[in-house]
């Protein structure tokens, strides 16, 4: 059973890092592209950032230069660092795993910036 777990996420004032964590299981880590994406409320998710198995990583433009997205396969993790945080940034964050034929998704954690 495949499960990705987020953590990390709460109140960050503008200008502040946070750093979200998501935790898999029942996959092969290693050998899955996996992601960040965002949630507005009444919005679809939209990308944050990606990296692939061999570890190379794009980003939305919005993030750009601010977020960075890493992966540790030795613990199964994937984290995002999040630097110069802007209240534009406030949404559900969720952790995604794209194994091409099938894709999970975690159940998301809140980050909200706010002064």
């Known amino acids: 059973q495949v499960q990705l777990v987020e953590s990390g996420g709460g109140l960050v004032q503008p200008g502040g890092s946070l750093t979200l964590s998501c935790a898999s299981s029942g996959i092969l880590f290693s050998r899955v592209a996996m992601g960040w994406y965002r949630q507005f409320p009444g919005k679809e998710r939209e990308l944050v950032a990606r990296?692939?198995?061999?570890?190379?990583?794009n980003y939305a433009d919005s993030v750009k230069g601010r977020f960075t997205i890493s992966r540790d396969n030795a613990k199964n993790a994937l984290y995002l660092q999040m630097n110069n945080v802007k209240p534009e940034d406030t949404a559900v964050y969720h952790c995604?795993?794209?194994?091409?034929?099938?894709?999970?998704w975690g159940q998301g954690t809140q980050v909200t910036v706010s002064s």
């Open positions: 995604h795993a794209d194994l091409i034929v099938n894709k999970y």
């Open positions: 990296i692939s198995r061999d570890g190379s990583t």
